[in-house]
């Protein structure tokens, strides 16, 4: 490797997101023994590897220790896309050299949002799986397999302290079993989106290294979440809203559902079939992170 209440209208949003990025894994058969083209566009995207700092949407910062990686957003796009993801502008990932698991970070330009709401896990987790539903009617339609949404993983909740607000989904296709685990990290004018991907059976335990590797994250001066000044641009949704689909919760009010692009919910379906064996593979033996 180089250098807030649940409402019926909010299931709407959560489908279309769901379709917009869902995405399945290349299978073993393009890379046997890890030798092949994907593992060599991998391996040849520009990645920074530590120890350094990885620069994010000009809005924050992440400390990349050794043996860790991190890729800009030209790169991110098409590491998303050779693993049959759809693109993404302004993405950045963050990874042990190992690949064993990946990050993905975004930043949404909410506004200041709010972190007073109580979150009702059972509401939320209901209207996934109303959205979830309607997404995999348009899934059948165009020939995908169904993605169903089991559970909660890691049912929401907020740090007031840090400002972190973190769930995890459990989900799964004909390829298996995936489990996505979304952190939201606060700002003074957005929100710092990031998605873990990992094997369920190694996730507890990237859930721990992840969270840990984010005590070097911050965002850079002015845009930290203790310097809200009145008059600051305050966010149309709050916590519950970040859960639902962020930017896409504030569509469904005004019926704006053109806006949703970026902002749709993250989903690496067969991603567990991808980083338990395939990435593997491709990297050779793995490195403790």
Excluded: C, H
């Amino acid at each position: 490797m180089t250098s807030s209440s649940m409402t019926l209208s909010l299931s709407r949003v959560v489908w279309i997101s769901l379709l917009l990025v869902a995405a399945s894994a290349p299978s073993m058969a393009q890379d046997p023994g890890g030798q092949g083209s994907v593992a060599t566009q991998i391996r040849n995207l520009g990645w920074k590897v530590g120890p350094s700092d990885g620069k994010i949407a000009g809005r924050a910062t992440i400390v990349i220790p050794a043996k860790y990686a991190f890729l800009g957003a030209a790169d991110t796009s098409k590491f998303l896309t050779l693993m049959r993801n759809l693109p993404r502008t302004d993405s950045y990932t963050f990874a042990p050299q190992d690949l064993s698991w990946f990050s993905i970070f975004d930043f949404e330009d909410t506004g200041y949002i709010k972190d007073d709401e109580k979150i009702d896990a059972d509401a939320v987790l209901q209207s996934l799986k109303e959205g979830n539903a309607l997404g995999n009617e348009e899934r059948k339609k165009r020939g995908y397999p169904a993605l169903n949404l089991d559970g909660w993983f890691v049912a929401p909740r907020y740090d007031t302290d840090t400002k972190r607000l973190e769930w995890a989904t459990k989900l799964s296709s004909e390829g298996g079993v995936s489990v996505n685990y979304r952190i939201r990290l606060l700002g003074r004018t957005g929100v710092m989106s990031a998605v873990l991907v990992s094997d369920p059976d190694s996730l507890d335990k990237d859930i721990r290294v992840f969270k840990t590797a984010l005590n070097d994250f911050s965002f850079d001066a002015g845009q930290r979440y203790a310097e809200y000044r009145p008059g600051d641009k305050i966010a149309e949704y709050g916590l519950t809203g970040l859960i639902i689909g962020g930017a896409a919760a504030a569509a469904a009010k005004t019926g704006l559902f053109k806006v949703i692009g970026k902002f749709g919910v993250l989903i690496f379906a067969g991603a567990a079939a991808m980083i338990g064996g395939l990435v593997k593979r491709l990297f050779g033996r793995r490195t403790a992170a």
